[in-house]
């Protein structure tokens, strides 16, 4: 039988890995580099490089490229249980990732809590309606007309933060077993969410920025027993902090329309550009109800208020008979609090002096990782969002990163905000804390510490 072109470029690179002509660790030549070299297509470059990956011979490492894996005998250290346990601390730490709580305007809160309390005296007593407040409702679809998203009133569903927001929409699209398209690196969350419905995660290793994703996600959707669900972050995606181009949301919306595909966008990071105007969803671009938007307040307004909300589209019947089943509502005084906020247009001054200030303090922190690493390391820039994430070499284990950030960042333990956290493999910098000066010797002393590895 004659083989695809794929699978002898696969054979090509799997013998030299192989022959250790490319060592263990050694860095593949890129993707481009490859269609050039061999004169292929980047579908056909990808698919190869995907059956590597499935046969255990290289890995992706975020936007470094592709490595040889080393052999199993070197990476099988069993980890002390007080490593391992700290391990499993880092991954908690992700779930609590947020801004700085000095961010957020607590003075304003308080004084709208009382005044709404004022107002409803008896609204602890009262039963919290299904889908959320209609004044919520139609304060978040004002809002969204703001951001170049129109979604009407009625077809929003207030949940309990974006988290509720996705599990509803994961049961609503899959069925137990079910393969879902996901961006790597994957999130804790995210892995907990498809774990809890027992999905399979079918991962795009190209970053939504760069050139070769969307043949990567054509591969995937030609392929056998595609996915039917695509799960991503459009705008500033953690970790990596990806925007993804407008002609490439467009683009993937009609793949998704062409293949049958749901996408679940998560924009809870949407708003948290450095410069410009917010990014437009791939929801805005959406005719046909094939994306079910989600967002929330937790990273721009409240965290506190537990509120997120969600634009079902064409699984609206489905979502909402999920969501009255659950039994489960949303505090309808943090509804009104929100809906007055919004109302007042408090949410405008706000979001330009928190813009500012993520820019700023993310400006500091590059500064020191550049000074550090700048000669060693391709250091990507920071349109928006606060966690900026630097890919590790292959080289160094999870347990080392542990041992030299309880060593390095002494605060870890005692901050309110998590500071730092080992993401995949990577380590993920909050960039949203201001810069104390013990901070800034712990930032350069991990960073000179990371400098030999590179």
Same mark, same amino acid.
């Given at each position: 039988?004659?083989?695809?072109?794929?699978?002898?470029?696969?054979?090509?690179?799997?013998?030299?890995? %192989?022959?250790?002509?490319?060592?263990?660790?050694?860095?593949? /030549?890129?993707? !481009?580099?490859?269609?050039?070299? &061999?004169?292929?297509?980047?579908?056909?470059?990808?698919?190869? %490089? &995907?059956?590597?990956?499935?046969?255990?011979?290289?890995?992706? !490492?975020?936007?470094? =490229?592709?490595?040889?894996?080393?052999?199993?005998?070197?990476?099988?250290?069993?980890?002390?249980?007080?490593?391992?346990?700290? %391990?499993?601390?880092?991954?908690?730490?992700? %779930?609590?990732? #947020?801004?700085?709580?000095?961010?957020?305007?607590?003075?304003?809160?308080?004084?709208?809590?009382?005044?709404?309390?004022?107002?409803?005296?008896?609204?602890?007593?009262?039963?919290?309606? #299904?889908?959320?407040?209609?004044?919520?409702?139609?304060?978040?679809?004002?809002?969204?007309?703001?951001?170049?998203?129109?979604?009407?009133?009625?077809?929003?569903?207030?949940?309990?933060?974006?988290?509720?927001?996705?599990?509803?929409?994961?049961?609503?699209?899959?069925?137990?077993?079910?393969?879902?398209?996901?961006?790597?690196?994957?999130?804790?969350?995210?892995?907990?969410?498809?774990?809890?419905?027992?999905?399979?995660?079918?991962?795009?290793?190209?970053?939504?920025?760069?050139?070769?994703?969307?043949?990567?996600?054509?591969?995937?959707?030609?392929?056998?027993?595609?996915?039917?669900?695509?799960?991503?972050?459009?705008?500033?995606?953690?970790?990596? #902090?990806?925007?993804?181009?407008? /002609?490439?949301?467009?683009?993937?919306?009609?793949?998704?329309?062409?293949? =049958?595909?749901?996408?679940?966008?998560?924009?809870?990071?949407?708003?948290?550009?450095?410069? =410009?105007?917010?990014?437009?969803?791939?929801?805005?671009?959406?005719?046909?109800?094939?994306?079910?938007?989600?967002?929330?307040?937790?990273?721009?307004?409240?965290?506190?208020?537990? $509120? #997120?909300?969600?634009?079902?589209?064409?699984?609206?019947?489905?979502?909402?008979?999920?969501?009255?089943?659950?039994?489960?509502?949303?505090?309808?005084?943090? @509804?009104?609090?929100?809906?007055?906020?919004?109302? @007042?247009?408090?949410?405008? /001054?706000?979001?330009?002096?928190?813009?500012?200030?993520?820019?700023?303090?993310? =400006?500091?922190?590059?500064?020191?990782?550049?000074?550090?690493?700048?000669?060693?390391?391709?250091?990507?820039?920071?349109?928006?969002?606060?966690?900026?994430?630097?890919?590790?070499?292959?080289?160094?284990?999870?347990?080392? $990163?542990?041992?030299? $950030? !309880?060593?390095?960042?002494?605060?870890?333990?005692?901050?309110?905000?998590?500071?730092?956290?080992?993401?995949?493999?990577?380590?993920?910098?909050?960039?949203?804390?201001?810069?104390?000066?013990?901070? !800034?010797?712990?930032?350069?002393?991990?960073?000179?510490?990371?400098?030999?590895?590179?």
């Amino acid at each position: 039988m004659t083989k695809n072109k794929y699978q002898i470029l696969a054979d090509e690179l799997a013998d030299a890995i %192989l022959s250790k002509k490319l060592a263990a660790n050694a860095r593949l /030549p890129s993707v !481009r580099e490859l269609m050039q070299q &061999h004169q292929l297509s980047l579908a056909t470059v990808t698919n190869a %490089l &995907h059956t590597l990956e499935e046969k255990g011979l290289v890995e992706p !490492r975020g936007k470094a =490229g592709y490595f040889v894996k080393p052999p199993a005998k070197q990476e099988a250290v069993a980890p002390a249980a007080h490593t391992q346990a700290d %391990l499993q601390n880092m991954s908690a730490n992700v %779930l609590k990732w #947020g801004p700085a709580e000095d961010l957020f305007p607590e003075q304003r809160w308080q004084s709208l809590l009382g005044s709404v309390i004022r107002r409803h005296p008896f609204l602890s007593t009262r039963h919290a309606q #299904g889908y959320g407040h209609p004044r919520l409702r139609a304060e978040l679809a004002k809002r969204s007309a703001e951001n170049g998203c129109f979604l009407k009133e009625d077809e929003l569903i207030v949940t309990q933060g974006a988290t509720e927001a996705l599990l509803l929409a994961l049961r609503a699209t899959s069925e137990a077993g079910s393969k879902v398209l996901v961006q790597a690196p994957v999130s804790v969350l995210y892995s907990r969410l498809l774990e809890t419905f027992t999905l399979t995660p079918v991962t795009v290793h190209s970053s939504v920025d760069a050139p070769e994703f969307l043949a990567e996600v054509q591969a995937i959707l030609e392929g056998e027993d595609p996915p039917k669900v695509f799960l991503l972050v459009a705008n500033y995606h953690f970790p990596t #902090g990806a925007l993804m181009p407008l /002609p490439v949301k467009r683009t993937l919306l009609r793949l998704a329309e062409k293949h =049958g595909v749901t996408i679940i966008e998560d924009d809870v990071y949407g708003d948290l550009q450095h410069d =410009g105007a917010r990014p437009l969803t791939l929801k805005s671009f959406d005719l046909k109800g094939n994306v079910i938007y989600v967002n929330s307040c937790s990273k721009t307004l409240a965290p506190g208020l537990r $509120i #997120g909300w969600l634009a079902a589209g064409s699984w609206r019947e489905r979502i909402e008979y999920l969501k009255s089943a659950s039994a489960s509502s949303v505090n309808e005084l943090s @509804q009104l609090v929100l809906a007055e906020f919004l109302a @007042q247009g408090s949410h405008v /001054p706000h979001l330009r002096k928190y813009r500012q200030q993520l820019k700023t303090r993310t =400006g500091e922190y590059l500064s020191i990782l550049r000074l550090v690493l700048g000669n060693t390391v391709k250091l990507a820039d920071m349109p928006g969002g606060y966690s900026y994430w630097l890919p590790l070499p292959g080289k160094i284990s999870a347990e080392e $990163i542990q041992t030299q $950030i !309880r060593a390095n960042w002494p605060l870890l333990e005692e901050a309110d905000t998590p500071q730092i956290a080992l993401v995949s493999n990577g380590v993920c910098v909050n960039t949203s804390i201001p810069l104390t000066d013990p901070l !800034r010797q712990s930032l350069t002393a991990f960073c000179f510490y990371l400098r030999g590895f590179y």
